[in-house]
């Protein structure tokens, strides 16, 4: 039943932007007077379990009316009741109005003081959605989801840009999340608004655009950064990064109008963005800087069995080579513009995508749009013993950074990635982080598989079923080349407690090495034949005791069931 209208004072008895406490049926209500408007919250502060709020002082927090508590100095809505910082300590607000010139209120709350939070995330990638996606799930109302991409597209899945690159799907095939998905799930997403700056003391972020949002929890995903060659003409047009579908973009625009393509990194991305170029009619060239590909996922066998197989489908090397400068000169004419010499593959740019599916957002500036004028362009590339090769476009892939400004920024600790612990909470309780952007236990880490598992301990965490928790993975690598197969896990080298059982069949192309370590696979090269390199995964994940096996491990598990 709803109460009476208490007469309290004259409007004028109460200093302006200031608070007087009255007993309302019983209650102590805390008055508060903002020019001639009035509010009324419990007077009872929960954070400091006394009646203080009255003497709160008085302010706003991005255009909402607050009250700071005297004591411990959280805020609460002046229009709700609503704790900014933690909602879980939210006190009743009561209808409070000013008639001719004196106070009244009701003793029956407007409503129960909001409860639901507010979760923001940044970035909007794979890992922070893979959290939004395990979170509506498992606690759908939990929080009101807002999250920022700096990219203008909706979430897509970054692993499959190599093959949109080579042309084997198209940008449409690789979206994750629709626009609509966002919609419907009740998600606000801002694309294309990077978040600049976290106040974590108002528990703000602030976008490129000005847009400014609470949070109760914030999620960090913001992934990682390619690593960009500190040497000069690094900034030339025609040297790009291979991260996102902007890089698509200009790639696939130098392929329509240039025919010499550079890739410097013979690692997993490195050889992706070299098949792709190739695939798009390119002449390329895979600059590294060691004298074996894919050091970290290969031993020398098997890297050497790869480098064939790639020469054979039309891919140069030139390794051991250390860049040491891009060199500039007048863009050639774009000769090369209209048909590709080999694949004759034909691809849409990312940029019609985002034209498509984010019609608000601005398009992304392909690398390429523009050029064809007199302007400098990348010339070649000249290594540390003073050669050069050709290249009109360049292509780094020297590996990935943790994107960890924004947290640095914000005072979050960070060594390599934005420190967090097995939770994937950050040092602020109330800021968590997932992804690349991440380092656990000392580790970062570059592939999907890990950061879904954070992700997922993440989502039963920020849904406070804390269950969860993240211990670190082992993890395997593919390369997604057609034709070529090839599996890596653990530790594939071994070291002097270790032994090696080694397959080679050099005719029909395969190698298989398994690294053993007390009866335990410790690690897997795999060549040619990797429908076994799940069983062996599993095999070094669970730690079985092999010996029973091991006559038979190196043909695989058909032949020990
Ligand atoms: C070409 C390519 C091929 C790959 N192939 C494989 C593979 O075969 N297997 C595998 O396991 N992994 C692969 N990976 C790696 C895998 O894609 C990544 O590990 C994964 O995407 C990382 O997810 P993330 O959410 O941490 O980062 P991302 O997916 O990069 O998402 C981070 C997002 O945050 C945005 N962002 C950054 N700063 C801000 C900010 N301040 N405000 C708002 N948004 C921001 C970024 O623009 C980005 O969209 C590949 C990666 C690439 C580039």
Same mark, same amino acid.
């Given at each position: ?99 001719? $010139? ?6 029956? =709350? *407007?409503? &129960?003081?909001? /409860?639901? %939070? !507010?979760? @923001? ?64 799930? $009740? ?6 608004? =990077? *978040?600049? &700056?976290?106040? /974590?003391? %108002? !528990?703000? @972020? ?356």
């Amino acid at each position: 039943m709803k109460s009476s209208w208490t007469f309290i004072c004259d409007l004028d008895e109460v200093f302006h932007d200031c608070g007087v406490a009255a007993l309302v049926d019983d209650k102590q209500i805390a008055i508060f007077r903002v020019g001639d408007q009035v509010y009324a919250l419990d007077n009872y502060d929960p954070n400091s379990e006394a009646n203080v709020l009255a003497r709160g002082l008085l302010g706003d927090i991005n255009g909402e009316p607050v009250v700071a508590s005297p004591v411990y100095k959280q805020h609460f809505s002046l229009i709700s009741g609503r704790c900014i910082e933690d909602p879980d300590q939210s006190v009743l607000a009561y209808p409070a109005r000013v008639q001719e $010139g004196r106070i009244w209120v009701r003793s029956t =709350p *407007i409503r &129960a003081a909001q /409860r639901t %939070r !507010r979760l @923001v995330v940044i970035g909007n990638g794979m890992a922070g959605m893979k959290v939004v996606e395990d979170l509506l799930q498992i606690a759908p109302t939990a929080y009101e989801v807002t999250v920022f991409g700096a990219e203008p597209h909706p979430n897509y899945n970054r692993i499959l840009l190599s093959p949109v690159l080579a042309g084997e799907k198209t940008v449409q095939d690789i979206v994750l999340n629709s626009f609509e998905w966002y919609r419907e799930k $009740g998600v606000k997403l801002y694309v294309d608004d =990077p *978040i600049v &700056a976290i106040d /974590r003391r %108002r !528990r703000t @972020v602030t976008a490129k655009s000005g847009t400014v949002v609470n949070y109760d929890r914030l999620l960090l995903a913001t992934g990682s950064n390619p690593i960009v060659l500190p040497v000069p003409g690094k900034d030339l047009p025609g040297v790009v990064t291979f991260r996102d579908l902007q890089d698509v973009d200009a790639m696939l625009e130098a392929a329509r109008t240039h025919k010499k393509a550079v890739v410097i990194g013979g690692g997993l991305l490195g050889l992706e963005a070299a098949h792709g170029l190739l695939k798009q009619g390119m002449d390329v060239t895979v600059v590294h800087l060691l004298d074996t590909l894919m050091e970290r996922q290969l031993d020398r066998a098997a890297a050497s069995m790869l480098k064939e197989s790639l020469e054979k489908r039309g891919l140069k090397f030139l390794m051991p080579a250390k860049t040491v400068e891009i060199v500039g000169g007048p863009s050639p004419a774009a000769s090369l513009a209209t048909s590709p010499a080999r694949g004759e593959v034909r691809q849409e740019r990312a940029s019609d995508f985002a034209t498509t599916l984010s019609p608000d957002s601005p398009l992304p500036q392909g690398e390429g749009q523009g050029e064809g004028a007199a302007a400098e362009r990348v010339r070649a590339v000249r290594f540390d013993d003073g050669s050069e090769i050709e290249a009109d476009l360049v292509v780094m892939a020297a590996g990935i950074r943790p994107n960890v400004e924004l947290a640095k920024s914000a005072g979050l600790r960070c060594d390599r990635g934005v420190l967090v612990n097995d939770t994937m909470q950050t040092f602020d309780p109330s800021i968590y982080a997932v992804g690349e952007c991440v380092q656990h236990r000392n580790s970062t880490y570059g592939l999907i598989a890990p950061l879904f598992e954070q992700a997922n301990v993440c989502a039963t965490h920020l849904a406070e079923f804390g269950i969860g928790r993240y211990t670190g993975s082992l993890i395997s690598t593919q390369l997604k080349v057609t034709g070529i197969d090839l599996f890596s896990a653990g530790d594939f080298l071994g070291g002097p407690t270790s032994e090696a059982l080694v397959l080679r069949d050099a005719k029909r192309g395969i190698y298989k090495r398994i690294v053993i370590e007390k009866n335990r696979v410790r690690g897997a090269v795999l060549y040619g034949d990797v429908k076994d390199g799940p069983w062996y995964f599993e095999l070094m994940t669970q730690g079985q005791d092999i010996g029973p096996l091991r006559d038979k491990l190196l043909f695989g598990s058909a032949f020990v069931k």
